[in-house]
């Protein structure tokens, strides 16, 4: 299917479309998120909220090239999950000091 057909199906919100989507840039899309994440359940994710950001975003934009515009997103959110998880709350020790009753 081309990325027109794709389109066209996005806009009158038919579900074949995501079906395509993963079809036709699954593969593409993985390779990113791959390359940015390195964690199979993470890429996952970012696949699945690619889907879902096109799907939300296409009756507003109709990209001249598909295969760019799911690149960016994907690539996006991949980035998002590496600042996600390397935040500094989720990745260091919180080191408290001692309170003054503990003297």
């Known amino acids: 299917m081309t990325d027109i057909d ?5 806009w009158i919100r038919d579900e074949i479309a995501i079906e395509e989507l993963e079809i036709n840039y699954g593969h593409y899309c993985k390779q990113i998120s791959w390359e940015i994440v390195q964690n199979r359940e993470d890429v996952s994710e970012c696949l699945n909220d690619t889907w879902w950001k096109t799907w939300c975003s296409i009756p507003e934009n109709r990209p001249d090239s598909l295969r760019a515009y799911v690149a960016r997103i994907t690539r996006n959110l991949s980035l998002n999950k590496i600042i996600h998880n390397k935040a500094w709350k989720r990745g260091c020790l919180l080191y408290t000091s001692p309170s003054p009753r503990d003297s």
């Open 6 to 10: 794709i389109i066209r199906l996005l």
